[in-house]
């Protein structure tokens, strides 16, 4: 068969219809409140990625016109500290969306993460990571999901490639991304496999997906043989890599990206290996595929807990 390259599905412009799609309910809330929809966003430490995620998301709010206020909380915060800001936060009658930026400080324990959660109000559970949501989710009575997952819906849809009926294959079975993602392609006709690190076979379970979800953090982990010929691959990884022998063995001598290493010392690069794109019918790019996706939904998410909460 003739070598083809995957067609590449732009994360930036599906983000950008769906920014445009939320502002007229920005307005629209605006004037009938006399306030923006709000959104809390809190980070505890320093951890650089964290801090570029964060700055991302207060932008795009701030530019879609809702009030965002960024908490911070420094690595030597104690949980009950955290967990008090997340209460005035909840009480706030200005914030509508409450979200604390994850991985928290490794200092705060383990299961850390689960009590601030459980924490947050579930109607201002703009991550939709509270067991309430997630059990609604479950149920297929969503309200507010995973922004990753449910940004990775909209982008399947709006580039016209079926799910229901086809066989979907998710890498990954985190909180944030995997469990979710399975929950909504199930909800949507597909036939979902979740695999993980004792899956028999890895590569051969997920050739058989139509549509890949590779959700592992692990940087170019899927090749060429996890993938169907023409097979729709999302790449929700998002890793920074350092190390130059790591950068060589996902991309060519010569490579553009390469270059881009020896300027910075290091690049992001997905869960997907490049090589893919010669075997995948569509796969979306790291950075620009889904990542824009997630600030988008995060947005849409905040916009419907305002208007849920002040019918
Ligand atoms: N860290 C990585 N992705 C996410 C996300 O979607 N929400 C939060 N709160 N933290 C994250």
Same mark, same amino acid.
């Given at each position: 068969?003739?070598?083809?390259?995957? +067609?590449?599905?732009?994360?930036?412009?599906?983000?950008?219809?769906?920014?445009?799609?939320?502002?007229?309910?920005?307005?629209?809330?605006?004037?009938?409140?006399?306030?923006?929809? =709000?959104? =809390? /966003?809190?980070?505890?430490?320093?951890?650089?990625?964290?801090? /570029?995620?964060?700055?991302?998301?207060?932008?795009?709010?701030?530019?879609?016109?809702?009030?965002?206020?960024?908490?911070?909380?420094?690595?030597?915060?104690?949980?009950?500290?955290?967990?008090?800001?997340?209460?005035?936060? *909840?009480?706030?009658?200005?914030?509508?969306? !409450?979200? $604390?930026?994850?991985?928290?400080?490794?200092?705060? =324990?383990? %299961?850390?993460?689960?009590?601030?959660?459980?924490?947050?109000?579930?109607?201002?559970?703009?991550?939709?990571? #509270?067991?309430? *949501?997630?059990?609604?989710?479950?149920?297929?009575?969503? #309200?507010?999901?995973?922004?990753?997952?449910?940004?990775? !819906?909209?982008?399947?849809? +709006?580039?016209? !490639?079926?799910?229901? %009926?086809?066989?979907?294959? $998710?890498?990954?079975?985190?909180?944030?991304?995997?469990?979710?993602?399975?929950?909504?392609? @199930?909800?949507?006709?597909?036939? $979902?496999? /979740?695999?993980?690190?004792?899956?028999?076979?890895?590569?051969?379970?997920?050739?058989?997906?139509? /549509?890949?979800?590779?959700?592992?953090?692990?940087?170019?982990?899927?090749? &060429?043989?996890?993938?169907?010929?023409?097979?729709?691959?999302?790449?929700? %990884? !998002?890793?920074?890599?350092?190390?130059?022998?790591?950068?060589?063995?996902?991309?060519?001598?010569?490579?553009?990206?390469?270059?881009?290493?020896?300027?910075? %010392?290091?690049?992001?690069?997905?869960? $997907?290996?490049?090589?893919?794109?010669?075997? &995948?019918? &569509?796969?979306?790019?790291?950075?620009?595929?889904?990542?824009?996706?997630?600030?988008?939904?995060? @947005?849409?998410?905040?916009?419907?807990?305002?208007?849920? &909460?002040?019918?």
């Amino acid at each position: 068969m003739a070598q083809t390259t995957a +067609r590449l599905l732009d994360g930036q412009s599906v983000a950008a219809a769906i920014r445009e799609s939320v502002l007229p309910e920005v307005h629209a809330f605006s004037a009938r409140t006399g306030r923006p929809p =709000g959104l =809390g /966003i809190v980070l505890v430490g320093d951890d650089p990625a964290s801090e /570029i995620y964060v700055r991302n998301k207060v932008r795009a709010g701030t530019e879609s016109g809702l009030r965002v206020d960024l908490n911070r909380l420094p690595a030597s915060a104690s949980l009950d500290e955290l967990l008090a800001l997340v209460a005035r936060l *909840n009480a706030s009658p200005v914030h509508d969306g !409450i979200l $604390v930026q994850a991985p928290l400080p490794s200092a705060m =324990g383990r %299961g850390a993460s689960q009590r601030v959660f459980d924490t947050i109000d579930p109607i201002k559970d703009v991550d939709g990571f #509270h067991p309430v *949501n997630v059990g609604k989710l479950v149920q297929g009575r969503a #309200h507010l999901v995973a922004c990753t997952p449910s940004g990775v !819906i909209e982008m399947l849809q +709006r580039s016209d !490639i079926p799910i229901a %009926g086809s066989r979907a294959v $998710v890498i990954g079975r985190s909180e944030i991304v995997g469990k979710p993602m399975a929950m909504l392609l @199930l909800q949507r006709d597909a036939t $979902v496999t /979740i695999c993980h690190s004792k899956t028999p076979d890895l590569a051969k379970t997920a050739a058989a997906a139509d /549509i890949l979800v590779a959700a592992i953090g692990r940087a170019g982990f899927v090749t &060429a043989e996890f993938v169907k010929p023409g097979a729709t691959v999302i790449d929700v %990884g !998002i890793n920074r890599v350092t190390d130059r022998a790591v950068a060589d063995r996902l991309f060519p001598p010569g490579a553009a990206r390469l270059a881009d290493f020896d300027r910075r %010392g290091s690049i992001v690069v997905g869960d $997907v290996h490049p090589g893919v794109s010669d075997v &995948a019918g &569509a796969l979306t790019p790291v950075p620009g595929g889904v990542g824009p996706l997630t600030i988008a939904m995060l @947005l849409k998410n905040t916009v419907t807990a305002a208007q849920a &909460a002040h019918p």
